[in-house]
């Protein structure tokens, strides 16, 4: 009993750290930039197939449920992702779930050459410009890596960053410690600066 007991306590434990490392790396390297004119950056998972994979169905969700209240209008939904195995690349997959799928509506534009996560960052730059307003979408490590690369390739776009809505309490519960694994791994290369809290 005594023994069940201990395991029920450690993986409680273990959950509610995975938790707050989730909920730290969403927390990082964002403000409260102000301004009505706002991007949603997707960035895709690797996806084979011309249907969207799980990740990139998730990902995509997430990104529009990022959109600001009542900003839809105002608001660019940026899907990052080159071709990683068939001749679809992943920023077209997840734009046709977001529009066919969830009947999306709202503006959507393509990065459909990139291949890393640098290269997500680089290849979106041109497209957020002449926006007051950025979010990133990914798993929260994942997320926080791109702002980082976003602060090192133009600082001055960087301080436009805000929030993503890609960290929900108990969302991918069950695979939470192999995200809290992946995003330790993520985040390894990461300045001290550039993994503290910003709220």
Same mark, same amino acid.
């Given at each position: 009993?005594?023994?069940?007991?201990?395991?029920?306590?450690?993986?409680?434990?273990?959950?509610?750290?995975?938790?707050?490392?989730?909920?730290?790396?969403?927390?990082?390297?964002?403000?409260?930039?102000?301004?009505?004119?706002?991007?949603?950056?997707?960035?895709?998972?690797?996806?084979?197939?011309?249907?969207?994979?799980?990740?990139?169905?998730?990902?995509?969700?997430?990104?529009?449920?990022? $959109?600001?209240?009542?900003?839809?209008?105002?608001?660019?939904?940026?899907?990052?992702?080159?071709?990683?195995?068939?001749?679809?690349?992943?920023?077209?997959?997840?734009?046709?779930?977001?529009?066919?799928?969830?009947?999306?509506?709202?503006?959507?534009?393509?990065?459909?050459?990139?291949?890393?996560?640098?290269?997500?960052?680089?290849?979106?730059?041109?497209?957020?410009?002449?926006?007051?307003? $950025?979010? $990133?979408?990914?798993?929260?490590?994942?997320?926080?890596?791109?702002?980082?690369?976003?602060?090192?390739?133009?600082?001055?776009?960087?301080?436009?960053?805000?929030?993503?809505?890609?960290?929900?309490?108990?969302?991918?519960?069950?695979?939470?410690?192999?995200?809290?694994?992946?995003?330790?791994?993520?985040?390894?290369?990461?300045?001290?600066?550039?993994?503290?809290?910003?709220?």
């Amino acid at each position: 009993m005594r023994r069940k007991t201990g395991l029920a306590i450690a993986g409680a434990v273990t959950l509610a750290w995975c938790e707050w490392l989730n909920w730290r790396w969403s927390r990082t390297l964002v403000g409260n930039s102000g301004g009505t004119a706002e991007a949603v950056v997707v960035l895709g998972y690797r996806n084979p197939r011309a249907a969207a994979n799980a990740v990139n169905r998730w990902r995509v969700r997430a990104g529009i449920r990022s $959109i600001a209240a009542g900003g839809a209008h105002d608001t660019r939904v940026i899907f990052s992702g080159g071709a990683t195995g068939g001749g679809v690349t992943e920023a077209q997959v997840m734009a046709d779930y977001a529009t066919s799928v969830l009947g999306f509506d709202g503006t959507v534009l393509l990065e459909d050459r990139s291949t890393t996560t640098w290269e997500n960052i680089t290849n979106v730059i041109p497209l957020l410009e002449d926006v007051d307003r $950025i979010k $990133i979408v990914s798993q929260p490590a994942h997320a926080l890596k791109a702002r980082a690369y976003l602060r090192r390739q133009r600082p001055d776009l960087a301080e436009r960053l805000v929030r993503a809505d890609d960290y929900r309490p108990g969302e991918w519960l069950i695979a939470k410690p192999l995200l809290a694994l992946y995003g330790l791994w993520a985040v390894r290369g990461l300045d001290a600066d550039e993994r503290k809290v910003s709220l």
